[in-house]
């Protein structure tokens, strides 16, 4: 796929694209997500909601192939990637797991604002599973730039919230 430098919705219906890969479970959202390279405008890594075992979201899904990718421990991946990457997601990235997993925006954070200049999301999180996610706000503090991609936000809704019991 071609797109081209800066076309952001382009990027964010890739990750649309994604999103519906993962199965519809009444538990999660379905999150498509993808790390570009911004300088070679090249996709490092892309990710969907479920993709690898475990209950793994759709960033920690990229992140934990990247760190495969370079043969680094994913604490260690901001020394193995480019020196501006974006990440663009369907669904602001969670600062909470139910679960107990990490958080994507600590994720995020452990990577930091030296190699994640900007954070592209689609939606902001509903208040389904985590009611006031602090998740653009903690980005922000830390340096990272936080841009939500207008236009999608009802297919973007309707693909995250599939197999939720009606009025979730």
């Excluded at 997500?33 to 979201?57: C, F, Q, R, S």
């Excluded at 934990?64 to 020394?79: G, I």
Aim: charge should be negative; glycine fraction near 8%.
């Amino acid at each position: 796929m071609d797109i081209k430098p800066g076309d952001h919705e382009a990027y964010m219906r890739l990750a649309l694209s994604l999103a519906v890969r993962s199965p519809p479970k009444p538990t999660n959202y379905r999150v498509g997500a993808l790390v570009l390279d911004v300088a070679k405008n090249e996709i490092l890594a892309t990710g969907y909601t479920l993709e690898l075992p475990g209950n793994t979201h759709a960033e920690q899904c990229c992140l934990e192939k990247l760190a495969t990718k370079y043969a680094v421990d994913p604490a260690l991946l901001r020394q193995a990637l480019p020196d501006e990457v974006a990440i663009y997601t369907t669904v602001e990235p969670c600062c909470l797991r139910l679960s107990g997993n990490k958080p994507c925006v600590e994720r995020i954070l452990d990577i930091g604002s030296s190699r994640v200049k900007t954070v592209y999301v689609g939606v902001q999180e509903p208040d389904t599973f985590v009611s006031g996610n602090s998740g653009s706000r903690r980005l922000r503090d830390a340096g990272i730039e936080v841009v939500l991609v207008p236009g999608l936000e009802e297919e973007i809704l309707k693909t995250a919230t599939a197999g939720h019991a009606k009025g979730s």
